[in-house]
């Protein structure tokens, strides 16, 4: 089995800065792709960022700039850094990961539980 494990959401003032982690643990022979989703109230999920095994990288137009993703391969950890925080960032922030728990298996979509962003003052 495969958990992935968030962390470092909160309350943060706009303009502040959170950090946010998600490990994957379990059986894992890979990982391809991680990264983060948020979703807010009356919203779809939508892509945050995400990052490649390579280090490759992609973000949303509306956090670009502000939020940094960035993954620890040898820890199975990919985090969050979000700076200059708005209202607007509220929501819950899912981490996202593509997992190959064998190597004669297909990858397969890993979720985290979601974590809770609020921004306000």
């Known amino acids: 089995q495969v958990q992935l494990v968030e962390s470092g959401g909160g309350l943060v003032q706009p303009g502040g800065s959170l950090r946010l982690s998600c490990a994957a643990s379990?059986?894992?022979?890979?990982?391809?792709?991680m990264g983060w989703y948020r979703q807010s109230p009356g919203k779809g999920r939508e892509l945050v960022a995400t990052i490649t095994s390579g280090g490759r990288t992609n973000y949303a137009d509306s956090v670009k700039g502000r939020f940094t993703i960035s993954r620890d391969n040898a820890r199975n950890t990919v985090y969050l850094q979000m700076n200059s925080l708005k209202p607007e960032d509220t929501a819950v922030y899912y981490c996202?990961?593509?997992?190959?728990?064998?190597?004669?298996?297909?990858?397969?979509?890993?979720w985290g539980q979601g974590t809770q962003v609020t921004v306000s003052s």
């Open positions: 996202y990961a593509r997992i190959k728990w064998n190597y004669n298996v297909p990858e397969l979509d890993y």
């Open positions: 379990g059986s894992i022979f890979s990982i391809n792709a």
